[in-house]
């Protein structure tokens, strides 16, 4: 911003000392200037095409926050932030899942072939239709083999090698006690915590750089409107010295400078005009407007209001208490505070129970499903002791104890550096107050200094010198007028984002509420009538008109 005036009052400072020597410069035909030496041609982008859509201050601050990626970005953190809550408390509720399956046995190890055959030898085979005194000689003499068949007996029917096999199963589990998991829910919602207070901030901050480039814009058009009224007023002075020239009372000399002091000016107001261009495209760009349409600035760069000029006392230690970055900052130490916690909760047990129920089915082939189910429950209660993990624990716990250190500095930094960005708005907003009255008076001061040097100059009274200086004087004014409203507003803007609470809520904005910047132009003296300037004008009774000068 002040980089901007700069270059215009220096563009005009050149000006006024090049009229006494720079030799003619021909007006060029276009704003496109070429490079004598490398004979490039500049390639002006295309210009917006289409009816200008009126853009206030209030409607690019709305459009901003309401398309703004970074804003977007913001959101889309708070919602992650929610996921994670979510995520961290579903550790503490029933886990509960189901297992449905079918198992096609091509080759078992269980599948002995033929089978294992017994010798007759060893066969225990009782008649039961033989007499009582056969069947007791019988079981006297074969009792040994009996244990084979038994051993046979025993393997029969077990789903070992089965062809086809179908399960179904439900799972469960439940948390009892996990020092981990309960910490883990207090640090995802702090971490919630901490990026709903980002959110805040990045929606202050583009507020606030919209804010300020829209200021800017109406900066850098107000600057253009300055070159425009310098120019008409160089114009008028050389019709008056071409005027003074036809009638002998003016050297060649003294219209090419006036010439030269007039195009001297022209290549300025195409740079005010060309930074004019780019703080439009710039508040666009923030404003998420399209490149190619035309833009009208409805809010004025006004005179601030008395209200808004009166001095303001504010305590930065208690206006910034409820900043949310500072809250955000104190919502991180309580996350890393739970951090040590959840460490610490490593050397703790956890208890869980456990619960597994399924079904199986062997049916003779694969669509039969023929047999009864077999079925398996099992319950169990599980605890976790931690011995000794190689002092691997109390590394990290030493970690988060200095993670936690850090982030309390980072806080406590942060603390002081709010307060000093308060502090340092606050008394900008009040040299720029005090600016701005004195700037005023200096205006008019100038104006009227220009217009009575005008027309000393016509009744011959006044150099061609004193003329251009007094020019240079009423635009190093305005420059200056319009420098300390920027300043004051800009300040006025920093002191708004500096106090911004935890909800968000902008304070009100000043600018476009107070009168009017007076029009460049109505500081231009008369236009040049066809009186030879240097005699005087009678009037209808024949008595000379008195000038102011």
Same mark, same amino acid.
């Given at each position: 911003?002040?980089r901007?005036?700069?270059?215009?009052?220096?563009?005009?400072?050149?000006?006024g000392?090049?009229?006494?020597?720079?030799?003619?410069?021909?007006?060029?035909?276009? @704003?496109?200037?070429?490079?004598?030496?490398?004979?490039?041609?500049?390639?002006?982008?295309?210009?917006?095409?289409?009816?200008?859509?009126?853009?206030?201050?209030?409607?690019?601050?709305?459009?901003?926050?309401?398309?703004?990626?970074?804003?977007?970005?913001?959101?889309?953190?708070v919602?992650?932030?929610?996921?994670?809550?979510?995520?961290?408390?579903?550790?503490?509720?029933?886990?509960?899942?189901?297992?449905?399956?079918?198992?096609?046995?091509?080759?078992?190890?269980f599948?002995?072939?033929?089978?294992?055959?017994?010798p007759?030898?060893?066969?225990?085979?009782?008649?039961? @239709?033989?007499?009582?005194?056969?069947?007791?000689?019988?079981?006297?003499?074969?009792?040994?083999?009996?244990?084979?068949?038994?051993?046979?007996?025993?393997?029969?029917g077990?789903?070992?090698?089965?062809?086809n096999?179908?399960? $179904?199963?439900?799972?469960?589990?439940?948390?009892?006690f996990?020092?981990?998991?309960?910490?883990?829910?207090?640090?995802?919602?702090?971490v919630?915590?901490?990026?709903?207070?980002?959110? /805040?901030?990045?929606?202050?901050?583009?507020?606030?750089?919209?804010?300020?480039?829209?200021?800017?814009?109406?900066?850098a058009?107000?600057?253009?409107?300055?070159?425009?009224?310098?120019?008409?007023?160089?114009?008028?002075?050389?019709?008056? *010295?071409r005027?003074?020239?036809?009638?002998?009372r003016a050297?060649?000399?003294?219209?090419?400078?006036?010439?030269?002091?007039l *195009?001297?000016?022209?290549?300025?107001? /195409?740079?005010?005009?060309?930074?004019?261009?780019?703080?439009?495209?710039?508040?666009?760009?923030?404003?998420?407007?399209?490149?190619?349409?035309?833009?009208?600035?409805t809010?004025?760069?006004?005179?601030p209001?008395? $209200?808004?000029?009166?001095?303001v006392?504010?305590?930065?230690?208690?206006?910034?208490?409820?900043?949310?970055?500072?809250?955000? $900052?104190?919502?991180?130490?309580?996350?890393?505070?739970?951090?040590?916690?959840?460490?610490?909760?490593?050397?703790?047990?956890s208890?869980?129970?456990?619960?597994?129920?399924?079904?199986?089915?062997?049916?003779?082939?694969?669509?039969?499903?023929?047999?009864?189910?077999?079925?398996?429950?099992?319950?169990?209660?599980?605890?976790?002791?931690?011995?000794?993990?190689?002092?691997?624990?109390?590394?990290?716990?030493? *970690?988060?104890?200095?993670?936690?250190?850090?982030?309390?500095?980072q806080r406590?930094?942060l603390?002081?550096?709010?307060?000093?960005?308060?502090?340092?708005?606050?008394?900008?907003?009040?040299?720029?107050?005090?600016?701005?009255?004195?700037?005023?008076?200096?205006?008019?001061?100038?104006?009227?200094?220009?217009?009575?040097?005008?027309?000393?100059?016509?009744?011959?009274?006044?150099?061609?010198?004193?003329?251009?200086n007094?020019?240079?004087?009423l635009?190093?004014?305005?420059?200056?007028?319009?420098?300390?409203?920027?300043?004051?507003?800009?300040?006025?803007?920093?002191?708004?984002?500096?106090?911004?609470? $935890?909800?968000g @809520?902008?304070?009100?904005?000043?600018?476009? @509420?107070?009168?009017?910047?007076?029009?460049?132009?109505?500081?231009?003296?008369?236009?040049?009538?066809?009186? /030879?300037?240097?005699?005087?004008?009678?009037?209808?009774?024949?008595?000379?008109?008195?000038?102011?000068?």
């Amino acid at each position: 911003m002040r980089r901007l005036v700069s270059l215009g009052l220096f563009a005009v400072l050149a000006s006024g000392a090049a009229a006494q020597d720079v030799p003619r410069v021909p007006r060029p035909d276009s @704003t496109a200037a070429v490079l004598p030496d490398s004979g490039v041609v500049p390639i002006n982008p295309p210009e917006p095409t289409g009816p200008a859509a009126p853009l206030s201050l209030e409607a690019a601050v709305a459009r901003a926050l309401s398309e703004s990626e970074e804003v977007e970005l913001a959101r889309s953190q708070v919602d992650l932030a929610e996921t994670q809550v979510d995520a961290a408390y579903a550790q503490l509720f029933p886990q509960v899942s189901a297992n449905l399956g079918y198992q096609r046995t091509l080759a078992s190890q269980f599948d002995s072939g033929n089978g294992l055959e017994i010798p007759d030898s060893l066969q225990f085979r009782p008649d039961p @239709t033989a007499p009582l005194e056969e069947r007791v000689s019988y079981l006297e003499q074969n009792a040994s083999s009996a244990a084979f068949a038994a051993l046979g007996g025993l393997f029969e029917g077990l789903p070992f090698g089965q062809e086809n096999a179908y399960s $179904a199963s439900l799972s469960g589990s439940q948390v009892l006690f996990a020092p981990q998991a309960f910490v883990g829910t207090r640090i995802a919602k702090g971490v919630r915590e901490a990026v709903t207070y980002n959110e /805040v901030e990045e929606v202050a901050d583009v507020r606030l750089q919209v804010e300020q480039a829209y200021i800017q814009a109406l900066v850098a058009q107000e600057l253009v409107g300055i070159s425009q009224a310098a120019i008409e007023q160089a114009q008028a002075f050389l019709d008056e *010295e071409r005027l003074r020239l036809r009638a002998g009372r003016a050297s060649e000399l003294e219209v090419l400078r006036a010439e030269v002091d007039l *195009e001297n000016l022209r290549p300025q107001q /195409v740079q005010a005009q060309n930074a004019a261009d780019l703080a439009v495209l710039n508040l666009k760009r923030l404003a998420n407007v399209p490149y190619d349409q035309p833009v009208v600035l409805t809010t004025d760069l006004t005179l601030p209001p008395p $209200a808004a000029l009166a001095d303001v006392d504010i305590d930065p230690a208690a206006s910034t208490a409820q900043r949310a970055a500072i809250l955000a $900052a104190q919502a991180q130490v309580g996350v890393r505070e739970q951090q040590v916690r959840l460490q610490k909760a490593a050397y703790l047990p956890s208890v869980a129970l456990t619960t597994n129920y399924g079904q199986t089915l062997f049916p003779s082939s694969i669509f039969a499903f023929d047999g009864d189910p077999r079925t398996d429950w099992t319950v169990s209660l599980g605890v976790q002791i931690p011995i000794f993990d190689g002092f691997r624990r109390r590394a990290q716990v030493a *970690e988060a104890r200095v993670e936690l250190l850090q982030a309390e500095l980072q806080r406590d930094q942060l603390v002081e550096a709010v307060q000093l960005q308060v502090e340092q708005a606050l008394r900008e907003k009040r040299r720029a107050a005090a600016l701005i009255a004195a700037r005023q008076t200096t205006v008019d001061q100038a104006a009227r200094v220009y217009r009575l040097t005008d027309l000393q100059y016509r009744e011959g009274l006044a150099t061609q010198l004193e003329v251009s200086n007094a020019r240079l004087g009423l635009l190093q004014a305005r420059s200056n007028l319009v420098q300390a409203l920027a300043n004051f507003y800009t300040a006025d803007t920093d002191l708004a984002r500096s106090i911004t609470d $935890a909800t968000g @809520t902008p304070s009100p904005f000043s600018m476009g @509420t107070g009168q009017p910047l007076a029009d460049p132009a109505d500081a231009a003296p008369p236009a040049p009538s066809d009186t /030879v300037p240097g005699t005087l004008t009678p009037t209808d009774g024949g008595t000379p008109l008195p000038s102011d000068g």
